[in-house]
Each structure stands twice: as C-alpha cells, then as structure tokens.
C-alpha cells in the first residue's frame, strides 16, 4: 500500500492533492477530527499494517487494491479507550 504520512503540521485538506481512485485502486482517506483523549495520536492500522498515528486535526490517505480491508483505529492502552475494527 501507499502510505502519506501524518506530519506534525501540515497543509488543511483542501490544499493537499489527494489521490484519484481509478479502475484498479480505490483511494482511503482517514480525518481525525478534535477527539479527546487530545493528548494521545490514534493509532490506524489497514489489514494488520499500522498505517499512522493521527494527532487531532490531521488527516491521510493511501491508495487501496480492490476488496474487502480491515480498518482499525485504536489509542494507547493508558487512554482507557477500545479500539474499533471495521471491515
């Protein structure tokens, strides 16, 4: 997969060139919005492959094969804060 990493600033969303999906990939996007616990990065992992740890306010985006994907976002353990998977 194609990752974008999360930096600790970056361009707003609308500024950044996002990836087209096309006949042989789908594009993935990930925003996090303001979502305590503020003081921990969400964790996001794409079938079992940490993708990036999202810091409030940030967003990515990866390309993605055609088919079914496990989504996964999911705080440190100290955050007392379950993850969830979605597929």
Same mark, same amino acid.
């Given at each position: 997969c194609n990752k974008t990493? =999360? %930096?600790s600033s970056s361009q707003s969303f609308s500024e950044v060139d996002i990836g087209k %999906?096309?006949?042989e990939k789908a594009v993935l996007v990930v925003y996090r919005t303001y979502l305590p616990p503020t003081m921990? @990065?969400?964790?996001i992992h794409i079938d079992?492959?940490?993708l990036v740890s999202l810091?409030? @306010?940030s967003f990515t985006?990866?390309?993605l094969e055609p088919g079914e994907h496990e989504l @996964? =976002?999911?705080w440190p353990a100290v955050s007392m804060i379950i993850g969830k998977n979605v597929k």
């Open positions: 990493p =999360a %930096p %999906p096309n006949e921990y @990065k969400n964790k079992g492959e940490h810091p409030n @306010k985006w990866m390309y @996964k =976002a999911n």
